[in-house]
């Protein structure tokens, strides 16, 4: 009767052991489990779709072979960058562009499903680059320096509505360096009395020419 019980005993440890290493195996291979890590968002993917539904920071249950995940950063980023435009008077000015953004998280999904990941580049980049030449193209290269604040707040505007568009948040934008290809204009504009004045009042800007 001992020698029974305890080979019953004998499997049930096995059968245990057995369905504790299969749960291993099936979380190790499987991976039902997801982390979403702090700052990002899990974009679920059913056979490739993107859905409208988004993961939240912490373990997310996942069907295996169905669904897949993936992670957005939806921390603020910074984006330095240089952009070409033309003034009025047709003048060339490398500006130099300070951006900072973050993405929705409610909307991500949808970010992700139109750009891929490669958003930066491919939408936030042309967009401020177009926008910089719409309103550059509204003032001279006086003008530019002589009415700074408002060439920063309007370039400000139009970029942030347009990314808002797309699901990203401009937290802050300002153009940091202006360089004009022509010293002779630079050197006309410094003698503009509200230009110095402007370059003073709304530093850092750095104005010089190639």
């Given amino acids: 009767m001992y020698i029974l019980l305890e080979i019953n005993l004998s499997k ?3 059968k245990w052991g057995l369905s504790f290493l299969f ?5 190790f291979f499987l991976r039902p489990l997801v982390a979403v890590p702090f700052g990002y968002v899990g974009i679920i ?8 539904t988004v993961m939240g920071e912490g373990l997310h249950l996942r069907v295996p072979g169905y669904q897949e995940i993936v992670y957005l950063d939806c921390r ?7 952009t070409l435009a033309s003034s009025r008077d047709l003048q060339t000015v490398n500006a130099a562009i300070s951006l900072y953004y973050h993405v929705d998280p409610s909307q991500a999904g949808e970010l992700y ?3 891929g990941i490669s958003f930066e580049d491919n939408l936030i980049t042309p967009i401020i680059q177009e926008s910089l030449q719409t309103v550059s193209a509204c003032y001279s290269s006086r003008e530019l320096l002589a009415h700074y604040p408002q060439v920063v707040a309007q370039s400000s505007k139009i970029i942030t509505r347009r990314l808002a568009e797309s699901h990203i948040i401009v937290d802050k934008f300002n153009i940091t360096s202006l360089v004009f290809t022509s010293p002779a204009i630079l050197s006309q504009l410094l003698t503009n009395r509200d230009c110095s004045q402007n370059i003073g009042e709304f530093a850092p800007l750095d104005v010089s020419f190639l």
Avoid at 23 to 27: C, I, N, S, T
Avoid at 76 to 82: D, F, G, W
Wanted: proline share 0%; aromatic share 4%; hydrophobic share 40%.
């Fill in 12 to 14: 049930k440890h096995l």
């Fill in 23 to 27: 749960l291993l195996l099936f979380l």
């Fill in 45 to 52: 993917l059913e056979h490739g779709k993107v859905q409208k």
């Fill in 76 to 82: 603020v980023h910074s984006l330095e960058m240089q």
């Fill in 113 to 115: 499903q139109k750009e």
